[in-house]
């Protein structure tokens, strides 16, 4: 039997392109869990590495993405001095797929309709290599987190809460 053809996704696609080194991980979803905390226990070892990407609208930049780690929130005072903004607000969930070309559950740092000013927490600095969405719900990828600031001309910077 033929194995089913893997669809890539812009962030996967985009890092191959770099050829930049990368591992897959398949999970499963459902819609009433799709926070990062639900694909701890199905990829092993995972749970300090899976970082969760946010859109905020900040009042000077727009749009502006923050990767941190899966099981924290992110301190908007934080990421608004980092990235030049009096004032940083969630992006509205209706908004992202319009504004990222992703869904939620499914939102890649990587791979966006526009290259949005990017800030990973620093303590990604600390892995060698951290686990975020590959562009879709239901896969996540897993590559070194200098990686994702080359490829998104990210900065590590202090903002989870």
């Known amino acids: ?7 890539k996704t812009n962030a996967i696609r985009l890092v191959e ?3 930049i080194a990368y591992t897959e991980h398949e999970y499963e979803w459902d819609e009433n869990h799709l ?3 639900a694909i701890f226990d199905q990829i092993p070892g995972s749970e300090q590495r899976i970082f969760k990407t946010l859109v905020a609208v900040g009042n000077v930049t727009g749009p502006l993405v923050a990767v941190i780690p899966g099981e924290n929130e992110v301190d908007l005072k934080k ?11 969630m992006l509205h969930l209706r908004d992202l797929e319009a504004t990222t070309g992703y869904i939620r559950g499914g939102c890649s ?8 000013p990017t800030y ?4 990604a600095e600390n ?10 719900r239901g896969l996540q990828m897993e590559l070194a987190p200098q990686a994702i600031c080359q490829l998104t001309n990210g900065k590590f910077v202090d903002i989870k809460a």
């Open 1 to 7: 039997m033929a194995k089913k053809k893997q669809v």
């Open 17 to 19: 392109q770099k050829k």
């Open 35 to 37: 926070g990062a905390t």
């Open 79 to 89: 990421l608004a001095k980092v990235s030049g903004n009096k004032k940083v607000e």
């Open 109 to 116: 740092p990587i791979g966006m309709k526009k290259l949005f």
């Open 120 to 123: 990973l927490d620093q303590i």
């Open 127 to 136: 892995y060698e290599q951290i686990i975020i969405s590959a562009g879709k």
